[in-house]
């Protein structure tokens, strides 16, 4: 039986090391995101109502955590949304559903506490499955006009985004010091950084675009 609750100060380590593990390798050697996670709690768009845990047998396997991003549309007004990441599940739990049961209770949680939109990168892959459409479909963009394959989006109710066309800017947390993060990572028990293929598939996904057929 999964159990989804709160992370607690007791889990920290717990989730950094399954962060870690969970994405070692798989978009670039080594990895960032779990430097995001220990430095995402401390920042003022940090949400800790939906900083989750997943616990199978009273054992951590998982973790999502949200922060506040915005939208902007063309006359200036600006929508608070959510953006989640990283969410992680131990290597050895993967490819069980359980990172979907992870996403899908705090989706509900979100929409408990009022907020109707998130938008995302990843994989489409990963996340068409739980209700995420190009963000083009939605008129979400990047400044500049831009429509990235991997960006997402979510309307938690219905109608959020009222077809207006709209700005993407996530939180200034996501924008990782990528040589604090390898100075952290230096400081953990050593894994090896290695080339795997998902990381040109990621390069490809990343730089890619939605344009008009």
């Known amino acids: 039986m999964l ?5 607690t100060p007791a889990d920290r380590q717990t989730v950094e090391d399954i962060t870690r593990r969970a994405f070692y390798n798989l978009y ?7 430097y ?9 768009d940090f ?3 939906l900083d989750l845990v997943a616990e199978l047998d009273g054992q951590v396997i998982g973790s999502v955590m949200y922060t506040r991003a915005a939208l902007t549309d063309a006359a200036g007004e600006v929508k608070d949304i959510l953006t989640f990441g990283p969410v992680s599940i131990a290597p050895e739990h993967q490819r069980k559903g359980y990172g979907k049961q992870l996403l899908e209770h705090s989706f509900r949680r979100a929409a ?10 990843g994989s489409p892959a990963n996340y068409v499955s739980c209700g995420f459409q ?12 831009k429509f990235p394959s991997a960006m997402m989006v979510k309307e938690l109710r219905e109608g959020a985004l009222d077809g207006r066309e709209w700005v993407y800017r996530d939180s200034p947390v996501m924008s990782i010091d990528e040589g604090e993060a390898r100075r952290y990572d230096d400081t953990l028990a050593p894994m090896a950084r290695e080339y795997r293929p998902s990381q040109e598939e990621f390069y490809i996904m990343s730089h890619s675009c939605v344009v008009e057929g």
Do not use: Y
């Open 134 to 145: 190009s963000c083009k479909k939605f008129s979400v963009c990047l400044e500049g006009g």
């Open 47 to 49: 949400i800790p109502e």
């Open 112 to 121: 408990l506490l009022g907020w109707d939109v998130v938008v995302i990168f």
């Open 3 to 7: 159990t989804i609750r709160n992370e």
């Open 36 to 44: 995001l996670v220990h430095i995402m709690r401390d920042h003022p």
């Open 28 to 34: 670039a050697p080594g990895c960032v995101e779990h």
